[in-house]
């Protein structure tokens, strides 16, 4: 942990004396979107989208402990992870605060970033989901997981999915979901060229309508229905991946390599830079990306996770690695 980092005390109430509490860490997970199609763009200035969420084993830590009350205070080893109001997971710990005005205390979040960021794997939504999670808990305000989603929905679109995780499809912006059955046999081979992206310029720069959504949408929900990554991966698409594949070239060069090495599907996911091919197993995973060497990509093998976020049992103190 850095401790330069910058903090933020945004309201200081009461005697300074934080509440009694053991610090407890939970686990965070990224997110791939197996297929994320544009309907159309919206009057309030969003797109109607339809995407198919998967939570994966690649997860941020976040570590609450206690402070006084009404202070909030949100810090991560990574110098481009911002401090304070600008982290997702402030604004999920302010907004619960301020809907629970009197019943919540105050907290110091640290985050440990494992998930790359501008990748379109929704690390700053997902470690909001957990805050909103871990501090119903810690301040005991017995808010259901309905309500939970519905304020994640006020911090981002896909906030809602990371309250639930596992697999989900999305519809409005993204915060509508539906539950699917659980995806087990699938691994998947995510590559992130040395880019970041931007989520408003990618959805600013797509062309809507061009793809068959419905019916890919469709295909994909069946696939996972029938457990089968043929069908799901022969349907994976994203609305997105031109626009931003115009500009950075690497997402197509990734994509291509993928492809050539028999994925069942590949596709890239959110708004990018991140594209993943659909593989059977781990070892087939790590036989292709024994490929890239010398590319200059980076690689992560990743497997399905069933939760969005998690309570880690162990104590706060110890150091974990990355998933
Ligand atoms: O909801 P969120 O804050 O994550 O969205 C970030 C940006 O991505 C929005 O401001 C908007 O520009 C774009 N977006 C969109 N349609 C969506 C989701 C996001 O246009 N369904």
Redesign the pocket.
Same mark, same amino acid.
């Given at each position: 942990m850095n401790d330069s980092e910058a903090r933020s005390r945004i309201r200081t109430q009461g005697t300074g004396e934080p509440a009694a509490g053991a610090p407890v860490v939970y686990e965070a997970f990224a997110k791939l979107n197996l297929g994320l199609w544009i309907l159309g763009k919206r009057r309030d &200035?969003?797109?109607?989208?339809l995407t198919v969420y998967q939570s994966i084993d690649l997860s941020d830590e976040l570590v609450f402990e206690d402070a006084p009350d009404g202070v909030i205070e949100v810090g991560s080893d990574r110098p481009d992870v911002p401090s304070g109001p600008a982290n997702l997971a402030f604004q999920a710990a302010a907004l619960l605060r301020d809907e629970c005005d009197g019943r919540a205390g105050g907290v110091r979040v640290r985050i440990r970033k494992r998930i790359p960021s501008g990748a379109g794997l929704g690390g700053g939504?997902s470690d909001a989901a957990a805050t909103l999670v871990a501090l119903n808990e810690r301040w005991a305000l017995g808010l259901e997981a309905a309500v939970l989603e519905r304020l994640g929905a006020r911090i981002?679109?896909?906030v809602p999915f990371f309250v639930r995780g596992g697999t989900q499809a999305g519809r409005g912006? &993204?915060e509508i979901l539906e539950p699917l059955r659980a995806l087990e046999n699938a691994a998947f081979l995510l590559v992130l060229p040395d880019l970041q992206i931007s989520?408003?310029w990618a959805?600013?720069r797509a062309k809507i309508g061009l793809t068959r959504s419905g019916s890919a949408f469709s295909m994909v929900k069946l696939g996972i229905q029938d457990g089968d990554l043929r069908r799901l991966g022969a349907a994976l698409g994203n609305d997105l991946e031109a626009a931003v594949a115009a500009e950075y070239p690497v997402i197509e060069e990734i994509h291509s390599f993928l492809e050539s090495r028999g994925c069942a599907g590949v596709a890239m996911t959110g708004s990018g830079s991140g594209v993943f091919g659909v593989l059977g197993s781990l070892d087939q995973a790590r036989a292709v990306r024994a490929e890239m060497s010398g590319k200059g990509w980076t690689a992560f093998l990743v497997r399905p996770s069933a939760t969005g976020n998690r309570r880690l049992e162990r104590a706060a103190g110890a150091r974990g690695g990355p998933a």
């Open positions: &200035g969003y797109h109607e989208i939504s981002g679109s896909d912006r &993204g989520t408003p959805f600013a």
